[in-house]
């Protein structure tokens, strides 16, 4: 008895998706259990697809910062930078921490507001993009003591791309008592 065989198309190997990249990410809350905030949203990230590990940093207690410069009478910050390793594309990455911060109750009514929790993506290995929708490095990051000294913590060699070794830029901005 004969069979007819069926060849099968020329399917294209698996491209094998995005390599592992180590971003950056600055967490951040002045309302509510802000220690506890900030640990339960570096485990969310930890249980984001694609993620492979999260490192954070010590909390660090911080002034908040409104457009006028540092105001000491509002409710204080507790900020830390997480290394996340993960596959995931810097767009979906970012609209992850976004949801993340919806979870936590962020509601974004003024600019540099009080809130339940910040995540900011600093840096996406050397990825480096203006789009409006994912600027990167974060255009602010090199002016915030804030996101700097919890990023030395985890990396005492780390680079912003475009500014330099984050201890330099850390002791300038003490210097200057910025940040």
């Known amino acids: 008895m004969s069979r007819n065989l069926?060849?099968?198309?020329?399917?294209?190997?698996?491209?094998?998706?995005?390599?592992?990249?180590v971003a950056?990410?600055?967490?951040g809350a002045n309302l509510g259990d802000r220690q506890a905030?900030?640990?339960?949203a570096a485990e969310r990230i930890a249980r984001l697809p694609l993620?492979?590990?999260v490192r954070l940093s010590r909390l660090f207690e911080t002034v908040a910062v409104?457009?006028?410069g540092p105001d000491p009478d509002a409710p204080g910050y507790v900020n830390a930078v997480a290394l996340v390793t993960t596959r995931l594309a810097p767009e979906i990455l970012l609209g992850m921490l976004h949801a993340i911060e919806d979870e936590n109750g962020r509601e974004r009514h003024q600019?540099?507001?009080?809130?339940?929790?910040d995540l900011d993506l600093i840096t996406?290995?050397?990825?480096v993009s203006d789009d409006?929708?994912?600027?990167?490095?974060?255009?602010?990051?090199?002016?915030?003591?804030?996101?700097?000294?919890?990023w030395l913590d985890l990396d005492p060699d780390a680079e912003l791309q475009g500014h330099g070794r984050v201890a330099d830029l850390a002791e300038e901005l003490r210097a200057r008592g910025d940040g």
């Open 24 to 27: 950056v990410v600055a967490l």
């Open 37 to 40: 905030t900030i640990r339960a």
């Open 124 to 127: 996406y290995g050397d990825v």
């Open 132 to 150: 409006p929708r994912v600027q990167l490095p974060h255009p602010r990051a090199a002016e915030r003591l804030f996101v700097l000294e919890p």
């Open 51 to 53: 993620v492979t590990d």
């Open 6 to 21: 069926t060849i099968p198309p020329n399917i294209p190997p698996s491209r094998g998706g995005r390599a592992e990249t």
């Open 66 to 68: 409104r457009p006028d």
């Open 111 to 117: 600019r540099w507001g009080d809130r339940t929790l």
